[in-house]
Every structure is written in structure tokens, then in C-alpha cells.
């Protein structure tokens, strides 16, 4: 059982941690004093044109992140580089007419050197952030992507990490972090995975902890959290979190977008009660 | 847990399974009818001159491969490149007296761009084959250095696969091979690690299984496996195998040369005898 893990300072002239961090995905988000919300692709199956109507509508909603959910790779019913071309090219015209901007988060996913040109390809097509599964894809490639100089803040994705005999604030609040993630997601307690929340706050304390050579990381909740619950979510993570709600919004059917309106509203208050 | 693993042909499209396996590594090192005897080169610290005079003493003993050890890098006493250098030639020159080659089997390791250079440059020295551990690497990179044509036969090493909530044979028996791997390391029952005769069992079988889409692979049992318990490893693994044994040759001391020989004929003599 991997139980905890330190390394000396001269571990991190090869380590490269967050790229941008909080602070960085904070700008581009546009987002200060809350969390910043997100929300993620579902279900599986949607051609890329279904992937980005719903990126439009979360976008004029006013989500703050939509990514890919971590099952999208490049099938040939929803290849990579269509799907990325369509979901930018929504939150843009969604971003004219509301005015701001929205992150789409596309997953990168299969050998190496595919993952690296699906980065590349994002990040010319104007992608702002992408997202990885470490513990599938290997912890050395999200630190070569991390430390590539044209590269993409990432988040990294919890995905094969829960077979691990290791404590969760270990891998996914060290090891993530020190090996490049700018936001790290994982199972928030009460949804649909183990997790106590002794385990996330550790979790999300190691994330943001002081260090003396790599940034802070975005602590991002995720799993199965309902709408209901984000009061409470809102109260244990405090705002430097990315609250993740996907499956519960779309619960609503037919009201997706008054759902995901509603949710962005309470956030807003929330912060902004939280503030006065 | 990951209890078993099964997966339709089409996803062999993509898998590329053992570039050589059983028979390609036979080929190589010039060995039929009994299994391979392979050991490790100890202990971590040696600079490249010291390893290649190991090398030479081992392939004079009659060692049919001879592989770094895993905690072998690229660390500043040891950089990668000279350490290969100084091997390979070793075993050249030792060849040139005994007139039997040997296969000397570099450690891949670092981020993944690293390693496709680490890989190149072995090849290009004369390397016949090169280990790499898949689950710190990442089972992505071993099917794509597996997949790539100016590649060579790769050694898989368990290394982290025990933190995993996985049965051996579903992850080394089956993910390893299908993934890229022509010969799998695996602690054998009774050394330091705690696999019963039954996982080893069935983790070699699933490697020698008929698949339609893939070669069979080599078990290789390793992990403290004492000199004197050679004639039970032929027994048990029968004679496709890699019997890896190293810490214990080494426990002679200054008589490792006559130590090494006295098992290499050992070995010699149980396949004689199993075949008459």
C-alpha cells in the first residue's frame, strides 16, 4: 500500500507540476472569488455535431468548463479531431453572444505519440486546456506534456487509479500535481464512489498545499455529484475548486438548459453571499 | 479488482502482441529445447566499466542473456548510452572468444520522447532486445515501441504492477503480452514476493496460450529465486521459459564465474536428461 510520498527538491528539476495552476486556469476562465464549474459530455455515442450542440447550450447557460467525458477517444463514430473542431467552434459562437468565454476540455487518450498530436491538434485548433488519464496513459507522459514548452494546462483524470493500492491524497494530490496536473478529478464522497470525505479533503488540501517548487492545483470534485448537493459542496471545498456536475443536469430531460441556468445562479450566489 | 480479462479479435487491430515471442527470442539467442538462463547485473551503483566486466564474466560463463536491473536509469554514475556501450561491447568480445552470442538487454525508462531515444540508440548499438516496465511506463508506450517497425523485442517488468488490484495472470499473463511483451518477468512462488505456485501457473499459461491474433510469449520467473532451486523451476515451467537468477549468483562472492558456470551446466544437463 502506497500510504504516503515525499520527494527532496532536487526530485523537481525533472518534475514539472501545474502548468498554469489555479491561478492560471483562473484566467482563463475569468473566474475569481468562486469555483469555477464544469460539466462534462455525456452520454456516450453522440456524433461530434450532438457533442457540440450541447456544448452551445452549456455555454449559453453560463458553465464555466465542459469536457469531454473520459470515454470519448476517437471513435470512428466521434473521431478526435472532428469532435474537437466542433465543440470549439460552438463555445466560440456561444461566447460571441454571451460575451464570455467557456474552456472546452477535449480527452486525450491512446499511444503515446498519438496523444501527442491530438495535444497539438487542440491546441492549434484554440483550445485552452486538455485532459489526460494518468494512471492509463502513464504519469512520464503527463510530465513530458507538462513540460513541453507549446503544451496545454491539463487536467488529469482519475480513470485506473482506483485500482491502486494507494492512498488517494498521495496519488491523485502529490503525484498528480508533481507530475504536471493543473486540476486533478476525482470521486467527491456520497456519489457514486468510496471515497470518505476525510479522503477528499486530504485530497484537495494536498492539492493546493504550499510547495516550494511547483504551483497550487485545481481540486476538482466529480463522480455523481447532484445538483442538490452543491450547497455542500460549495461549504466543504470552499473556492478554489472546479465543481464537475455532468450526469445529474442531465437528469432534467428536456429543461438541460433551465437546469444548468439554475445551477450556475446558485453558485453565483453562493460566492456571493459567501463574500458579503 | 480486476478479476480476468477477455477481448474480441477487432481489438487486435490495434494490439500488436509479441513482435518475435517464443520462437523469435529462441532464434536469437540460439537456444532449442531447454529454457533460456538469464540473470541481472548488480548491485545498483556500478559505473558502466564495472556492469561490462560483469557482462563479460557472465557471457564467458555461458549465460544465454544478461539484463540490467530495473533500478537501473539513467543516473549520473551510470548515463544510459555509456552503460550500453560498454555492455554490448562486452559481450561482443566475449562472444568472439566462446563463439555464442549473448543477448544483453538494456532498461528503457524515463519520459516517453526519452525512452523512443533510449530505444533507437540500443538498436543502433547492436542491441537484440530491451526491457521496459509497462506500469510505470504506461501499457500505452509498450504497445506503440511493440508496434513501430525499427523496433526490437521487449522484456516486460512487473515493476508497480504489485500496488494493482489486479490478478497476475489477467495483467503479466494476458494485458502485457496482448499490449507488446515477448518475455514476461514475474516473481516466482517461494522468493521475496508471495505468488502461490497456482498464480505462477496460470500466469505462464496464459502467456503460452494459442491466441489467433497474437505469438505466444516467454515467462520469465524471477525475484530471489536461489541457484539451488533450479532443478523445480525446469520442473514446473518445463522448458519454455526465461529462468532469470541473479542476487543469488552473486552470494558467491569472488567465485560468481564458477558459480555462473556450474548452473548454466546444470541447466544443460536437466534438458538432456529430459529429453533422453
Not at 8 to 22: N, Q
Not at 56 to 64: E, N, P, Y
Not at 243 to 263: C, D, N, P
Request: hydrophobic residues 50%; proline residues 8%.
Amino acid at each position: 500500500m502506497l500510504a504516503d510520498v515525499e520527494l527532496p527538491e532536487p526530485a523537481f528539476a525533472w518534475l514539472p507540476g501545474p502548468r498554469v495552476g489555479i491561478a492560471g486556469l483562473r484566467e482563463l476562465a475569468g473566474v475569481t472569488g468562486r469555483p469555477l464549474l464544469g460539466t462534462a459530455l455525456k452520454p456516450m455515442g453522440l456524433r461530434p455535431d450532438r457533442l457540440a450542440a450541447l456544448c452551445g447550450l452549456f455555454a449559453r447557460a453560463g458553465m464555466d468548463l465542459i469536457k469531454d467525458d473520459h470515454g470519448l477517444a476517437d471513435h470512428p463514430f466521434c473521431p478526435f479531431e472532428a469532435r474537437v473542431e466542433a465543440c470549439l467552434r460552438a463555445v466560440e459562437d456561444a461566447g460571441r453572444e454571451t460575451g464570455r468565454g467557456v474552456i472546452y476540455v477535449p480527452n486525450l487518450i491512446g499511444m503515446p505519440d498519438r496523444i501527442a498530436r491530438q495535444l497539438e491538434f487542440a491546441r492549434a485548433a484554440g483550445a485552452k486546456a486538455a485532459m489526460i488519464s494518468p494512471m492509463i496513459s502513464g504519469l512520464p507522459l503527463l510530465a513530458q506534456l507538462a513540460s513541453q514548452p507549446d503544451g496545454l494546462p491539463l487536467f488529469a483524470h482519475p480513470a485506473f487509479g482506483g485500482v491502486l493500492r494507494a492512498d488517494p491524497p498521495a496519488l491523485f494530490g502529490k503525484l498528480f500535481r508533481w507530475f504536471g496536473a493543473d486540476a486533478v478529478i476525482f470521486p467527491h464522497a456520497g456519489g457514486r464512489f468510496a471515497y470518505s470525505r476525510e479522503t477528499c479533503g486530504a485530497l484537495a488540501a494536498a492539492l493546493r498545499a504550499e510547495h516550494p517548487c511547483v504551483r497550487p492545483a485545481f481540486p476538482a470534485p466529480a463522480g455523481g455529484i447532484k445538483v442538490e448537493r452543491v450547497a455542500e459542496l460549495l461549504e466543504f471545498y470552499g473556492s478554489d475548486a472546479i465543481l464537475l456536475i455532468g450526469g445529474s443536469l442531465y437528469e432534467g430531460g428536456e429543461a438541460l438548459f433551465e437546469r444548468t441556468r439554475a445551477l450556475v445562479e446558485r453558485v453565483a450566489r453562493a460566492a456571493a453571499e459567501a463574500v458579503s
